[in-house]
């Protein structure tokens, strides 16, 4: 039997405590991850500012095999229905170069639930193949002819150094919702970007966004309904670690100074560092599955402000974790 | 696993004194005497890859772990899906 993503998190077990994980929320997440693959990238999401709180759980597929494991252990769902088709020799669905699933824990659960799906998209990947192709497939039903107009308008609104890097349907949340996640642009492009898409959203945004300055990486993600959403986010990080990279000190700060992040969850976020082996957890180590051997290890994936109109800012962080053999 | 490798494992997890006793050694050849002298007889190829993961990953491991999506070796971000 191979190690269960539960398993990964017990050999984890001493580096998921306060200020970022507490009790509850860390037990529900490893109840679920225990039916889960252990051999996937992994993330977990987390709220700052008010620590606590549900922890989202998101792994990554990188082809069909990955895709079938984890459609076999959903329930009957349009979810399932896409990894199964993406999985498939040939089809319109096999130039998706990756996709994630996201496990919502904000409720407590006697199943796995359907996840939010989402694919990575190539720089080049062509609009009518969005529209036509892989939304219809994630979605389960073509777009609204409001939605296509918008998914348009944003594609063909871009800037020549951005591109659609994610493509979400966030029907598991019972919303008729997609999302478009877009890298390329920087803080001030974001505004010039949304200015053509969502003038409005400008005057609101544009606060949360200077929070990103001289971020390496930016992602901008939209909403979109029968109109654009107003709820945007904005992510970002580095490629390097933060000990390599005092971009990341900064950022924290930034949040800190906005009130969206304390102190002490900053320094836990960049200490989300290193591995564990056999010799760091030898109780909880895997051994009967995989032997003595690898390394499970973490680090720091990015962090996102959830920015509406009429609500407090939303800090989230996100932390890598997975299996080396 | 042979069934003595299975046994030193089982006692490693048990027993933290021999586990640190153990990973106070560096070298096989004294390991596989060590394991002899304690009554496993375990193959020195078992123990290889047990010394092999007394380590920490270093920093450039750590940030090439995620599998390199761009093709540079780094990956994107995963999506933030939260609601």
Request: proline fraction near 9%.
């Amino acid at each position: 039997m191979p190690p269960s993503c539960g398993d990964w998190l017990s050999v984890l077990q001493r580096h998921l405590r306060p200020p970022l994980f507490k009790p509850e929320g860390t037990e529900r997440l490893r109840r679920l991850a225990r039916g889960l693959p252990g051999d996937l990238l992994t993330v977990l999401e987390l709220r700052l500012g008010n620590s606590g709180g549900p922890i989202d759980l998101a792994f990554r597929l990188t082809g069909p095999e990955e895709a079938l494991r984890i459609a076999d252990v959903l329930p009957a769902s349009q979810a399932r229905r896409f990894l199964s088709a993406w999985a498939e020799p040939d089809t319109a669905l096999s130039s998706i170069h990756s996709a994630w699933v996201e496990f919502d824990l904000d409720r407590e659960l006697r199943e796995v639930p359907s996840p939010v799906v989402c694919a990575k998209l190539t720089s080049d990947a062509p609009l009518p193949w969005l529209t036509g192709t892989l939304f219809p497939a994630m979605h389960g039903k073509p777009l609204t002819p409001a939605q296509e107009r918008i998914v348009r308008l944003c594609h063909e609104s871009l800037p020549s150094s951005a591109y659609v890097l994610y493509a979400f349907s966030l029907l598991s949340r019972g919303a008729d919702t997609l999302r478009l996640e877009i890298f390329g642009l920087s803080p001030t492009t974001i505004l010039a970007y949304l200015d053509r898409v969502a003038p409005t959203a400008v005057s609101w945004v544009k606060g949360p966004a200077a929070l990103f300055q001289g971020v390496e990486r930016v992602h901008l993600s939209l909403d979109i309904g029968e109109e654009i959403l107003p709820r945007i986010g904005i992510e970002g990080s580095f490629s390097r670690l933060p000990n390599w990279e005092p971009g990341w000190r900064k950022l924290f700060g930034r949040l800190i100074d906005q009130g969206l992040c304390r102190p002490e969850e900053r320094d836990a976020a960049l200490a989300w560092r290193g591995s564990d082996t056999f010799w760091t957890a030898p109780a909880a180590w895997p051994v009967e599955a995989i032997g003595p051997v690898g390394f499970c290890f973490r680090k720091l994936s990015h962090v996102k402000v959830v920015c509406r109109p009429d609500r407090r800012l939303e800090a989230k962080l996100y932390l890598m974790l997975g299996y080396l053999p | 696993m042979t069934g003595e490798f299975q046994r030193l494992m089982a006692d490693l997890r048990r027993h933290p004194d021999l586990l640190q006793d153990l990973g106070e050694i560096g070298d096989l050849d004294r390991a596989v005497r060590w394991a002899h002298e304690r009554g496993y007889k375990v193959e020195a190829e078992e123990l290889r890859e047990l010394l092999a993961s007394h380590r920490e990953l270093s920093d450039d491991e750590l940030e090439q772990a995620a599998g390199g999506d761009w093709g540079d070796g780094t990956t994107p971000p995963p999506p933030g899906s939260g609601g």
